[in-house]
């Protein structure tokens, strides 16, 4: 069984800095892209920032120049730095990560969300 563990939400000013974390544990073989997307009330959920098992990167345009994505191969995690937080960067965070399980099967995940608020 494979599991995605987020952390690092919370309440922040606007202005101000969060950086969240990601997990990847149990039967794996490798990870190819990992992710971060988020969701707002009544909005769809919307891709924030991803990035390839050799480092490349690929942000939305409305978190450009402020959040940054890396990862960590040997931990399995992947962070997003986020800096200058805005109201509307207001949402539950999602980490997605592309397994390859150690049966071979290649497959979706998502964590369970974390919650990031931007209010003064």
């Known amino acids: 069984q494979v599991q995605l563990v987020e952390s690092g939400g919370g309440l922040v000013q606007p202005g101000g800095s969060l950086r969240l974390s990601c997990a990847a544990s149990g039967s794996i073989l490798s990870i190819n892209d990992m992710g971060w997307y988020r969701q707002a009330p009544g909005k769809e959920r919307e891709l924030v920032a991803t990035?390839?098992?050799?480092?490349?990167?690929n942000y939305a345009d409305s978190v450009k120049g402020r959040f940054t994505i890396s990862r960590v191969h040997a931990k399995k995690s992947v962070y997003l730095q986020m800096n200058s937080l805005k109201p509307e960067d207001t949402a539950v965070y999602y980490c997605?990560?592309?397994?390859?399980?150690?049966?071979?099967?290649?497959?979706?995940?998502w964590g369970q969300g974390t919650q990031v608020t931007v209010s003064s």
């Open positions: 997605s990560a592309r397994i390859v399980k150690r049966s071979g099967l290649q497959a979706d995940y």
């Open positions: 990035i390839t098992s050799g480092g490349y990167t």
